[in-house]
């Protein structure tokens, strides 16, 4: 099987830092994300959500990712970002990642969590936004 890699233009964290609008830091629970659910929600229609550190805990038997979906889409379309990630029903499943160069999603676009089943989690975010 194939892998399918999506190319980015790096841009220095210093480049984001002068946009910079707000830092956020974002700690969210859920008892179940199946519906992929908002983590942070794009600051406007042109504005974008930019991730330094993710740290997710997920407990269920499931695959869970973290997704970009178009702003005021309830049940739209998903572009993964991260996973997706294996997970135990009977273990929290912990997966950190620190990005050496900052994550951008694509502008007017929320960060979600999604997880193929039922399952419990905690996802602690933090980035800033660029408006």
């Not at 220095?12 to 859920?30: C, E, L, M, P």
């Not at 009977?90 to 929320?110: A, E, M, N, R, W």
Request: a negative charge; one cysteine or more; aromatic letters at 8%.
């Amino acid at each position: 099987m194939a892998i399918t890699a999506k190319t980015e233009t790096i841009r220095f964290h210093s480049d984001y830092i002068a946009q910079s609008g707000k830092r956020f830091a974002v700690n969210a629970t859920s008892p179940d994300v199946t519906a992929g659910e908002i983590i942070k929600a794009a600051p406007s229609a042109t504005g974008s959500v930019v991730l330094q550190k993710v740290k997710l805990q997920v407990v269920g038997d499931v695959t869970t990712w973290l997704a970009e979906r178009l702003t005021g889409s309830a049940t739209g379309t998903q572009t993964r970002l991260i996973g997706p990630l294996l997970c135990d029903a009977d273990i929290p499943v912990s997966h950190q990642f620190d990005f050496s160069y900052p994550l951008k999603l694509t502008d007017g676009y929320d960060l979600v969590i999604d997880s193929s089943g039922a399952a419990s989690a905690f996802a602690y975010i933090e980035g800033f936004t660029i408006t």
